[in-house]
């Protein structure tokens, strides 16, 4: 709309537009008293973040048709989105949001609104067609194969990326799409979620932002379509500027005599479509009749910074916020005469008019908030003052519907199958597209297996030339493969921000994501190096293959893949948990340092002894805390335990060299301080025949805790998604 008329008449006009729409934020009438649906109206919805106040208690109703969201940088446009969107977890949400005249939840609001960001997070290995129809498989599961692919077909037509469907999205890595293709991608994604649920409301943070004029146009053609209204006209700025010299009472003339249908405010609601599947019809033909056919109703709310006049156009309604937070108005772009609204509820008859900043009331708003005039900043704090209310902590962020059902939208246990199934034909494909990781972490493991095989090849059973050899054979691996481990931290800092983006937009939930990402990760980035190494160095390194020898190989597997599973398991949540890479980088070496420090070999049990106050103090238990303890305690029972060791003393003024024999089990349980007692041990030894009595393997739970300790990691890791992490938007 353009700028407002003066008169005698226009306070009038302001107040009855402020009791009337601004200050009831219910149900907004049309003709034939019918309440406009969709909608979603808030009221005394407040945010607060630790002491400052980021969005004062506001009150208003957005009804079908688009809306427009503006106000200058800073204004709070992104933090009342988020806040309507469900996506605000941090901080204090106060007031209350209905969808649909309905009290909704945070969850419920989050799963049922369509929302796009600022930021363009996609999946860089996806093609453009993938990323439609994963979220349509997530979000619209109800939806049949077939019906999906001509929706898709439709809606990436609409954004003008039918060329580009197979094309990758890409990163800074991969080769894709250009800032602008990405940026409708986004747009497409909740374009197609919308009209497969036939309408809803969608919230969008400045959509048009990057793309050029020809994109934007196509971009809002399809929002205007998705409403139900009548495409935008086109307008000239000297026809613009010509129609306001002729009538300076009131700005957007022009606009109006190009596009009567928008010269009065009314909510046109056609009834929601009804899918084959809804409406036990087989086939496509009647799905395509409703892509192609009359539009669907729906309401969008969109942030611009910019705004044209032909953007203004197709606008019926326009929400107005100044900085600090402050809404300064919530209503339609006309008035039923045609004249503006904007202008009417700004002008206050004296010393602010909009017609004397801009031509256009848009650009007049923005102005106006910006101009550092004692007038024009009273008339602002004016209108701020007598819009904010107040309201009880209630329903924005309290209650709790379907929380404990639904996992983050993920209902059930079919949709968490659902979810899994789709998140692992994603990461195969991306195993498969983008095989450079793996591929390099494979091939440095068999140079660094072969090596080892090389340094370490055929240990015997002395002690300089067995045991320190075993151990430090053992320390090299221990190293490797937890410091290759910190690999998993970048992998999350990579996905951290698409893991909130579509864990806010209902796609999965944390157990989904954790368990998908363990078993991809796990396997070709844990386990098969794991298997990789033990296949190359276990027997040229004359590891036990005697009597009980495929037993303790299996064993010796066994334990390295538990081992490297903890390993990147412990890491991911330290990655989960530190808000910063740096800092998650820092705690994790430490960890990893912790880790080799206390596994039995650097510092045994012996050195763990101290007195403090004249009382002996045991700290062996810190040996408990490092998971490689347990694989090093595993290998080496199983190599020495059942044998002789021989020690050669050797003085520099004796001749006598002679070999000292030395039962193994006493260099674990006396030097190692390695567990000898009574446990159920891996190869059974009946009746105590070998080895006078002691134990000739390891016990089961140097396996059983690992794995024990994997599954924690796991479960640790979903409640910290859950839980203690928030999204940083």
């Keep these: 709309g353009g700028g407002g008329g003066g008169g005698g008449g226009e306070a009038g006009v302001e107040n009855s537009l402020s009791s009337q729409v601004l200050l009831s934020p219910g149900a907004v009438s ?21 002491q400052s106040t980021l969005l004062r208690p506001s009150s208003g109703t957005v009804g079908a048709g688009l809306w427009c969201l503006l106000g200058p940088s800073g204004a709070g446009k992104s933090t009342l989105l988020g806040a309507l969107s469900g996506r605000k977890s941090h901080g204090r949400l106060v007031g209350e949001v209905n969808v649909n005249m309905r009290q909704a939840s945070r969850h419920t609001r989050r799963r049922t609104l369509g929302y796009v960001t600022q930021d363009d997070v996609l999946p860089p290995t996806s093609t453009v067609e993938e990323q439609l129809r994963f979220h349509l498989a997530l979000r619209t599961p109800e939806l049949a194969r077939e019906d999906a692919h001509l929706l898709v077909e439709k809606v990436l037509a609409d954004v003008d990326l039918r060329k580009k469907a197979r094309d990758f999205i890409g990163d800074g890595y991969l080769r894709g799409l250009s800032g602008g293709e990405k940026r409708r991608v986004s747009i497409a994604v909740e374009l197609v979620v919308l009209r497969a649920r036939g309408g809803g409301i969608l919230l969008m943070d400045e959509p048009l932002t990057g793309l050029d004029s020809a994109s934007a146009r196509r971009v809002l053609d399809s929002l205007v379509a998705l409403t139900g209204a009548p495409p935008p006209s086109r307008v000239n700025g000297p026809a613009h500027a010509a129609a306001h010299a002729a009538n300076p009472g009131s700005l957007g003339v022009a606009e109006a005599a190009v596009d009567p249908e928008v010269r009065s405010f009314q909510f046109t609601v056609a009834p929601l479509p009804v899918g084959p599947a809804q409406a036990g019809v087989s086939g496509t033909a009647q799905w395509a009749r409703r892509v192609a056919g009359p539009p669907q109703s729906s309401s969008v709310l969109l942030s611009v910074h910019q705004p044209t006049v032909r953007f ?36 206050d008859g004296l010393h602010v008019r909009l017609r004397d900043f801009s031509p256009s009331a848009a650009e007049a708003i923005l102005e106006l908030i910006e101009d550092e005039s004692e007038a024009a900043q009273a008339r602002v704090l004016q ?61 440095s493991t068999v140079v660094v297996s072969t090596l080892c095989a090389w340094a370490f090849n055929q240990m015997d059973l002395t002690f300089n030339n067995g045991v320190l ?103 991911n949540c330290i990655g989960i948990l530190c808000p910063s890479t ?92 390695y567990f000898n007692g009574t446990c159920s041990r891996i190869i059974d030894n009946p009746g105590g025949v070998e080895n006078m009595g002691h134990a000739i393997s390891a016990c089961w739970f140097d396996l059983y805790v690992p794995a024990y300790w994997f599954l924690g990691a796991l479960l640790l890791s979903y409640l910290l998604l859950r839980f203690c992490v928030r999204d940083p938007h």
């Excluded at 899994?420 to 990461?427: D, F, H, K, M």
């Excluded at 390295?560 to 599973?565: G, K, R, S």
């Design 30 to 50: 049309v003709p034939g008293g019918a309440a406009a649906d969709p909608e979603i109206s808030w009221r005394g919805l407040s945010y607060h973040m630790r």
């Design 582 to 673: 740096a800092l998650a980088t820092l705690i994790s070496v430490l960890y990893a340092l912790f880790t080799l420090l206390f596994w039995g070999i650097l510092v045994n049990g012996n050195a763990l002894q101290a007195t403090l106050f004249g009382v002996d103090v045991s700290f062996e238990w810190l040996n408990s805390l490092s998971y490689l303890y347990y694989f090093c305690e595993l290998v080496l029972t199983n190599e020495i335990s059942d044998q002789e060791i021989t020690i050669k003393r050797m003085w520099a003024d004796s001749k006598d060299q002679k070999p000292i024999p030395y039962q193994g089990w006493k260099i674990l349980e006396k030097n190692l301080k």
């Design 312 to 347: 203004m156009s197709a606008v019926c309604g326009v929400v107005v916020m100044a900085p600090g937070g402050r809404q300064l108005y919530c209503g339609p772009r006309r008035l039923p005469n045609g004249h503006c609204a904007l202008s009417a509820h700004f002008d």
């Design 469 to 571: 050899q075993r151990l430090g054979l053992l320390v090299f691996l221990g190293a490797y493969f937890q410091f290759t481990a910190l690999i998993s931290l970048g992998m999350w800092r990579e996905e951290r921000i698409l893991y909130f983006q579509e864990r806010g937009a209902g796609c999965y939930g944390p157990f989904s994501y954790i368990v998908s990402r363990a078993f991809f990760d796990g396997l070709t980035m844990r386990v098969l190096p794991a298997l990789i190494c033990s296949a190359i160095i276990y027997v040229p390194t004359g590891l036990a293959h005697g009597q009980h020898g495929a037993t303790k190989a299996y064993a010796f597997t066994a334990g390295l893949c538990l081992a490297n599973l903890v390993s990147s398991a412990m890491i």
């Design 383 to 443: 209108i701020a003052s007598s819009l904010e209310g107040t309201a009880g902590e209630c329903g924005a962020n309290g209650s709790k519907d379907g929380d404990g059902v639904c996992e983050d939208g993920v209902c059930g246990e079919e949709g968490v199958l659902r979810a899994l199934r789709s998140l692992a034909l994603r990461n195969a494909r991306l195993m498969a597209r983008h095989p450079l990781l793996m591929t390099t972490s494979i091939i």
